[in-house]
């Protein structure tokens, strides 16, 4: 029996896993995609359909802006980069997940 590859994120998951992709540098909506799903060994599948709502969720916050550019393959693509507030919001969401992570293995691993 093989792995699940439809496991789900956490709610808010997806908004810190792009704010730690895009501390990198700029990166297109697919870009984001892909690097999410090579750091993952392929257990994170991020569809269009999380991945840009979540994008524009981000912008209305002020935690990243975007810029029009050319993506690799001469297309024209929206380029994601992180805002100073971005940073802060990135360092916060960073430090509540790791409590959370921890509580939750406190929780599985108790006797």
């Known amino acids: 029996m093989g792995r699940d590859p ?9 908004d810190l896993l792009i704010l730690k992709a895009l501390a990198r540098g700029a990166m297109h909506g697919y ?22 709502p979540a994008l524009q969720r981000l912008l209305l916050e002020g935690w990243v802006k975007a810029v029009w550019g050319a993506s ?7 380029f994601y980069t992180l805002t100073a507030a971005g940073r802060r919001q990135l360092s916060r969401e960073r430090d509540q997940f790791d409590r959370l992570m921890l509580a939750i293995h406190k929780v599985l691993n108790a006797t």
Do not use: C
């Open 6 to 14: 439809s496991l789900e994120l956490l709610p808010g998951t997806l």
């Open 31 to 52: 870009g984001i995609a892909q690097h999410l799903k090579t750091r993952s060994e392929d257990v994170l599948q991020v569809g269009e359909s999380s991945l840009y």
């Open 72 to 78: 690799e393959n001469n297309r024209r693509a929206r």
